[in-house]
């Protein structure tokens, strides 16, 4: 899909301006340049109690450069691209990466490794214009009455709001690479407090959206989801400390599948820091784990044809049938550990890192329900809380908020409990994948069970 003229002329704009500044980094005498200037255009409003609470339209111009000189690196930012401003921070990042300690890793890819072609992925909505600030305050307006309305213990409203965003990018590499990209998103939020008499308060929040204003929930629909969200973990309390199988839905398995993201980036494998840095060609899952990375999914909430130092992208299958097939790595990591790198730079013109992309399990055949028959006592997951993951040693414990399974049923709200196991026994021990995959966010995954973990409680 081509994009509308006025995207063509914006990019086109960044184009020229990037050219100049690579000419005149050249006569700074920098070896190589990697430079990204971002267009952006937002629009934000929130509502609380029927009223408008915050309206607010920014636009915006930035800069990331990152620039090495015989084996020096010096990255600035800026969002004054004034040529009065601009001049001195380019004569000043060339003096700082001269002054920088050397590092052998630094050298850019070869020029025979930068994409030169990349599929259309359908990122960009030329209609999210029309969502102008009468129409999001309205949808934000009817989400919220949606939420108040839907049950009578829902008391308070936490507000709702709606939001969207226009991005135009342009990474240009003195290695020859030209690469840009347009982008929109779009979403639509509530969140309200329930209470009863007996139960105490309790929230409940929800969010609809993705790159295309036809991605949106009606507003009522993400009203009434907040509020069910709210009413159903009324009366939540403890369970008895013990072990039982637990049921991640498919938000809180997304949080799991995190996890391991962190533990596949090639800084922390080639620093030793997560603890399957050794892992290579073994089985760290159930045969039941296929966890991929693809960056060339259609409207994918991290897709990109190119990564950040302009090398072509492509899908990986990160762990097969329970077995480490590779990781994720920039030019830097890949070189330390003496591997290829995967086009999953992250940070392009700036602090260049590795990086996920769309990274998800891999749906199963079964539907979510089916994950609790057979359960004669357990816990279905509904949300985590914290952040209690060691990547060195996979050690996981987390709050969560959820529901108890009996006899493969779901009974009563849990909450104020903590979960825990080490992330490789937990991934061995997964034991049934469902097949409610949606990809909303970039780290997804669709409902799972894990034979067993240590649940404390009362």
């Known amino acids: 899909m081509s994009l509308p003229r006025g995207s063509q002329v914006l990019l086109a704009g960044l184009q020229r301006r990037a050219t100049q500044i690579l000419g005149e980094l050249r006569g700074l005498g920098a070896e190589h340049a990697e430079l990204r200037l971002e267009h952006g255009q937002s629009l934000t409003v929130s509502v609380r109690d029927g009223a408008l609470e915050q309206l607010a339209e920014a636009q915006s111009l930035s800069l990331s450069l990152r620039l090495v000189c015989g084996g020096r690196v010096a990255t600035v930012t800026s969002s004054d691209l004034r040529p009065v401003a601009l001049s001195p921070l380019l004569a000043r990042a060339a003096e700082l990466a001269r002054l920088a300690e050397e590092d052998p890793q630094a050298e850019p890819p070869s020029p025979r490794l930068l994409a030169r072609r990349w599929p259309e992925l359908d990122l960009f909505d030329a209609t999210i214009r029309r969502l102008g600030a009468d129409r999001a305050i309205r949808l934000a307006l009817l989400a919220e009455a949606a939420a108040m309305q839907a049950d009578p213990r829902v008391r308070s409203s936490g507000g709702a709001g709606c939001s969207r965003t226009?991005?135009?990018?342009?990474?240009?590499?003195?290695?020859?690479?030209?690469?840009?990209?347009?982008?929109?998103?779009?979403?639509?939020?509530?969140?309200?407090?329930?209470?009863?008499?007996?139960?105490?308060?309790?929230?409940?929040?929800?969010?609809?959206?993705?790159?295309?204003?036809?991605?949106?929930?009606?507003?009522?629909?993400?009203?009434?989801?907040?509020?069910?969200?709210?009413?159903?973990?009324?009366?939540?309390?403890?369970?008895?400390?013990?072990?039982?199988?637990?049921?991640?839905?498919?938000?809180?398995?997304?949080?799991?599948?995190?996890?391991?993201?962190?533990?596949?980036?090639?800084?922390?494998?080639?620093?030793?820091?997560?603890?399957?840095?050794?892992?290579?060609?073994?089985?760290?899952?159930?045969?039941?784990?296929?966890?991929?990375?693809?960056?060339?999914?259609?409207?994918?909430?991290?897709?990109?044809?190119?990564?950040?130092?302009?090398?072509?992208?492509?899908?990986?299958?990160?762990?097969?049938?329970?077995?480490?097939?590779?990781?994720?790595?920039?030019?830097?990591?890949?070189?330390?550990?003496?591997?290829?790198?995967?086009?999953?730079?992250?940070?392009?013109?700036?602090?260049?890192?590795?990086?996920?992309?769309?990274?998800?399990?891999?749906?199963?055949?079964?539907?979510?329900?089916?994950?609790?028959?057979?359960?004669?006592?357990?816990?279905?997951?509904?949300?985590?809380?914290?952040?209690?993951?060691?990547?060195?040693?996979?050690?996981?414990?987390?709050?969560?908020?959820?529901?108890?399974?009996?006899?493969?049923?779901l009974t009563r709200p849990v909450a104020e409990v903590t979960i825990s196991r080490n992330l490789d026994e937990l991934l061995q021990g997964i034991d049934a994948v469902a097949n409610d995959f949606e990809l909303r966010t970039a780290i997804a995954s669709p409902s799972f069970r894990v034979d067993a973990m240590t649940v404390a409680g009362r």
């Not at 369970?239 to 398995?253: D, K, L, M, Q, W």
């Not at 892992?279 to 897709?303: E, F, H, K, Q």
């Open 166 to 409: 226009v991005s135009h990018a342009l990474l240009v590499t003195s290695g020859g690479f030209v690469g840009n990209f347009a982008g929109t998103r779009v979403g639509l939020r509530a969140q309200v407090v329930a209470e009863d008499a007996t139960s105490g308060r309790r929230s409940g929040h929800y969010w609809s959206g993705g790159r295309h204003l036809a991605s949106l929930d009606p507003p009522e629909a993400v009203g009434r989801e907040a509020a069910s969200r709210a009413v159903r973990s009324l009366g939540a309390a403890p369970i008895a400390t013990g072990v039982y199988p637990v049921v991640f839905s498919a938000e809180a398995a997304a949080g799991v599948i995190g996890l391991v993201s962190q533990c596949l980036l090639g800084d922390a494998v080639a620093r030793q820091r997560s603890y399957l840095a050794r892992r290579l060609g073994t089985r760290v899952a159930s045969p039941l784990v296929t966890i991929v990375d693809d960056p060339l999914r259609a409207r994918g909430p991290a897709s990109r044809g190119f990564d950040g130092e302009g090398l072509a992208t492509r899908r990986r299958v990160l762990v097969r049938r329970g077995e480490l097939q590779g990781f994720l790595l920039d030019t830097a990591s890949a070189r330390r550990l003496d591997l290829p790198p995967t086009g999953s730079a992250g940070g392009g013109g700036g602090l260049v890192h590795p990086s996920a992309s769309n990274f998800y399990l891999q749906p199963g055949r079964r539907g979510p329900r089916a994950l609790l028959a057979g359960v004669r006592r357990g816990l279905f997951v509904r949300a985590t809380l914290g952040f209690g993951f060691d990547p060195g040693t996979g050690h996981f414990s987390r709050g969560v908020e959820g529901v108890l399974i009996e006899d493969g049923q």
